[in-house]
């Protein structure tokens, strides 16, 4: 990978010699980057006017474009499940640091992007580390937004060997969905998976995608589903299998005293009027094996005109 010093932010200019990267685990130790690609697309998350890079300010090294709805309805609520996920992810909770939980998710995952095909340049909105590189060509132009700004360096050890994309660089920005730091239709895909269900305001997120996306670009959402499994719709699981999930979350709960800081669980319906009134084309479900009808993918195509009346 070849970059040079004027590319970069100061304190990864460090890791490169000769404008070449020398090491690039020390890139990824020292600071993620922005290459001459993802710096030219930035603009004021609020105006949305072109900006540069120096126009931001940059907390250790990591530009930071995050804007809060402090005084508005949810923020106290967005801002504890924040928290409590930041924590959660980086001391590996959900997956007791275990190489092999980290590469089944791989595994779950695969199946996913070998059915949609994901279009660069790519934003990534709250996509953390990035592991979505996984599964996509290691050329493609990918910029990752989110307002943990320490989840491209408090990676968990056996995260890190389970996934082989987080030994690249990643491109970085901590910004929210609600106010993406990029110009308009700059993006063939928007990428939100496992993250409509954190943010404060999803109207206005899904209502970003839209502006940030090339005419007829795609916006991949997966997400849990609240509700009957399938959407309610195709296989059901039988009773008693539903009954044991059911009992066996609430007892996890009591136990771990774990409370649920997701802030919204949908139907699958609820998602589809989501997408469908802010301006996108809807296709067929795409249900990942592994959860049994409690995880969904859908692609939304940019329609030409949000519908902006009742
Ligand atoms: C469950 S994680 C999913 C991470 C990643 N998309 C993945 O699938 O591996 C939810 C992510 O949403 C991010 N997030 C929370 N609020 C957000 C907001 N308002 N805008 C953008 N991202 C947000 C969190 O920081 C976290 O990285």
Redesign the pocket.
């Known amino acids: 990978m070849q970059l040079e010093r004027s590319r970069c932010t100061a304190p990864q200019a460090e890791c490169l010699r000769g404008g070449e990267v020398t090491n690039i685990l020390a890139v990824l130790e020292e600071k993620t980057y922005l290459d001459d690609w993802a710096a030219s697309v930035l603009a004021d998350p609020v105006s949305k006017e072109p900006r540069r890079l120096e126009d931001f300010s940059f907390i250790d090294g990591v530009l930071d474009a995050r804007v809060y709805l402090r005084s508005s309805a949810g923020f106290k609520e967005?801002a504890d499940g924040?928290a409590h996920?930041e924590q959660w992810e980086s001391s590996s909770a959900g997956y007791r640091d275990s190489i092999e939980a980290y590469l089944r998710e791989i595994e779950y995952d695969a199946e996913v992007y070998s059915h949609f095909d994901l279009s660069a340049p790519i934003i990534?909105?709250?996509?953390?580390s990035g592991?979505?590189r996984e599964f996509l060509a290691e050329s493609a132009e990918y910029l990752s937004?989110?307002?943990?700004i320490e989840?491209p360096h408090q990676i968990p050890p056996s995260k890190a060997a389970a996934y082989r994309c987080l030994s690249r660089p990643l491109n970085f920005v901590a910004g929210?969905?609600?106010f993406l730091p990029v110009r308009s239709e700059t993006f063939r895909t928007v990428h939100m998976?496992?993250?409509l269900d954190?943010?404060?305001v999803r109207e206005l997120?899904v209502m970003e995608a839209w502006r940030v996306l090339e005419p007829g670009g795609s916006l991949l959402v997966g997400l849990s589903l609240g509700g009957t499994p399938y959407g309610g719709s195709g296989a059901r699981e039988p009773l008693t299998r539903r009954l044991r999930t059911w009992v066996g979350a609430g007892l996890r709960r009591i136990i771990t005293r774990e409370k649920d800081h997701h802030v919204w669980r949908p139907r699958l319906q609820d998602l589809v009027v989501l997408l469908e009134e802010n301006g996108f084309d809807v296709g067929e479900p795409f249900w990942q094996s592994e959860w049994k009808g409690r995880v969904v993918y859908i692609m939304g195509t940019k329609r030409l005109k949000i519908p902006r009346s009742a």
């Open positions: 967005w924040q996920y990534d909105v709250g996509g953390g592991t979505v937004v989110d307002p943990f989840a929210m969905a609600e998976r496992s993250m954190h943010v404060q997120a």
